[in-house]
């Protein structure tokens, strides 16, 4: 099993939708979770971090950590094409304090 | 802001030769990761460096080495290219462990 997944995607939503996105990790001990975003050609930057269990906000994003279902999920409220990127989900497993990164998931936001 | 540069953007290099990948970082921050990107594997880590002349293996360490020996810069070195290591090539810093990636734009490696 992989220690962080992710749906690759694309997901395809319209403009002025919520985006959902998920990961889902391995190791039930994870303590730190990051989202990154990346634009085509470009390098990773980081959107959140979550620590604790429950709802973070900032903006339009919306991060939430279940730690007992070992989940952590980004929302996307009213989706902007500029929102089209490829959404990096980062876990620190196994007791590591360096950030496994899932695969991440294309996201489409049409006009 | 934190500024991570990498030396180039695209390098094409020969098989069996010797490469390296430079970043520097302008933020006095201790921690730097060499990380590379392929398509469908996402980011896979092949080592950091928490402090000057200190290195631990990543994930995929073999073929690689790296130097650290000034606080600000960090060297990925491929000792004998091969075809496997065209990638894209993310270096990172941080200023603790567990905490915020700040990365370089990149370099695009390709060996022929």
């Known amino acids: 099993q992989k220690e962080v997944e992710q749906n690759s995607g694309p997901l395809s939503v319209p403009e002025g939708a919520i985006a959902s996105l998920n990961c889902t990790y391995s190791d039930r001990g994870s303590q730190s979770f990051f989202w990154y975003r990346q634009y085509s050609g470009k390098s990773p930057e980081l959107i959140m971090s979550?620590?604790?269990?429950g709802d973070k906000e900032d903006g339009r994003f919306t991060a939430q950590l279940n730690k007992a279902s070992q989940y952590v999920s980004l929302l996307i409220r009213d989706s902007q094409p500029s929102d089209s990127a490829t959404y990096l989900c980062a876990v620190n497993v196994g007791g590591s304090y360096i950030p496994t990164f899932g695969r991440g998931t294309s996201l489409i936001v049409h006009p | 802001d934190v500024k991570v540069t990498q030396s180039s953007r695209y390098l094409v290099k020969r098989t069996g030769e010797k490469v390296f990948l430079e970043c520097v970082q302008d933020?006095?921050?201790?921690?730097m990761f060499w990380y590379r990107q392929d398509p469908g594997l996402g980011l896979r880590l092949i080592y950091f460096?928490?402090?000057?002349?200190?290195?631990e293996k990543g994930d995929i360490p073999e073929g690689y080495s790296v130097s650290r020996e000034k606080k600000e810069r960090f060297s990925l070195i491929l000792e004998s290219a091969s075809t496997n290591q065209t990638s894209m090539y993310l270096c990172a810093s941080s200023l603790f462990l567990n905490e915020k990636l700040f990365f370089g734009s990149g370099t695009q490696l390709s060996v022929l």
């Open positions: 933020m006095d921050h201790e921690n």
């Open positions: 460096s928490y402090d000057v002349k200190m290195k």
């Open positions: 979550i620590y604790s269990n």
